[in-house]
C-alpha cells in the first residue's frame, strides 16, 4: 500500500503561525478590524448613495411625467380658449339673428366657465413639477455626499491594507485621518437630508 505523504506549503505554516501566536502581532489584529469596520462603513455609505441617487431619478421622472401632464392641461385650455374666440366671433357676426346670437352668447359663457378650472389644475400640476425637480435636486446632492464618503472609505481601506504591508505608524495615522473624513462626509449626507 503506497505512503501518502502531506506536503505543507509556505502558506500552511504561515496559518498555523498566526494561529498559535495570534496576540504577539496585535498591529496587524487591530488594522484588520479596523478594515472591516471600514467596508462596513463604506458598504453601508455605497448603499445610501445609490438610494439616493435612484430616488433622485424616480423625482426626475415624476417631474417630467407631470409636465407633460401640465402640457397637456394648456393645450386644453388653449382649445377651449379658441372656441370663446370662435364663439364671440359668431355674436359679434349674429346680431342681427337674436336666436343665433343668444346661442353663441351662451357658448361664450359656458368656455369661459371650462376653462377656469383647466387653468387652475395646469398651475397645480406646474407646482407638483417645481416640487418635484427640487425633492430631485436635493437628493442628488445627498447621493454627491453619499458618493464621496464611499470613496473616502475605499481610500481608507486601501491605506489600511498598505499599512499592515509597511508597519509604519504615520500611513497608519493617514488612514485614521481618511477614514474619519469618510464618516463625517457620511454624516453630512445624513443629516442634511
Known amino acids: 500500500m503506497p505512503e501518502e505523504f502531506e506536503v505543507h506549503g509556505p502558506h500552511d505554516h504561515a496559518v498555523e503561525h498566526a494561529g498559535q501566536h495570534h496576540d504577539e502581532d496585535p498591529f496587524a489584529s487591530r488594522m484588520a478590524v479596523i478594515t472591516a469596520i ?23 421622472n415624476e417631474a417630467a411625467i407631470k409636465k407633460t401632464e401640465a402640457s397637456n392641461q394648456w393645450n386644453y385650455y388653449q382649445a377651449k380658449g379658441e372656441k370663446q374666440n370662435l364663439a364671440e366671433l359668431g355674436a359679434a357676426l349674429s346680431v342681427g339673428n337674436a336666436e343665433a346670437h343668444a346661442k353663441f352668447a351662451a357658448d361664450v ?14 398651475e397645480e400640476i406646474e407646482k407638483e413639477v417645481v416640487t418635484s425637480d427640487a425633492q430631485s435636486e436635493v437628493l442628488l446632492h445627498g447621493h454627491h455626499r453619499w458618493a464621496q464618503a464611499t470613496t473616502l472609505i475605499q481610500v481608507a481601506i486601501a491605506l489600511s491594507a498598505i499599512t499592515l504591508l509597511t508597519r509604519k505608524n504615520w500611513l497608519r495615522n493617514l488612514t485614521f485621518l481618511v477614514a474619519a473624513a469618510g464618516v463625517v462626509s457620511g454624516a453630512v449626507a445624513l443629516f442634511a437630508a
Open 38 to 60: 471600514l467596508a462596513t462603513i463604506g458598504a453601508l455609505c455605497a448603499y445610501q448613495s445609490g438610494n439616493s441617487e435612484n430616488l433622485a431619478l424616480y423625482y426626475k
Open 109 to 122: 359663457d359656458k368656455y369661459k366657465q371650462q376653462k377656469e378650472p383647466i387653468r387652475a389644475k395646469a
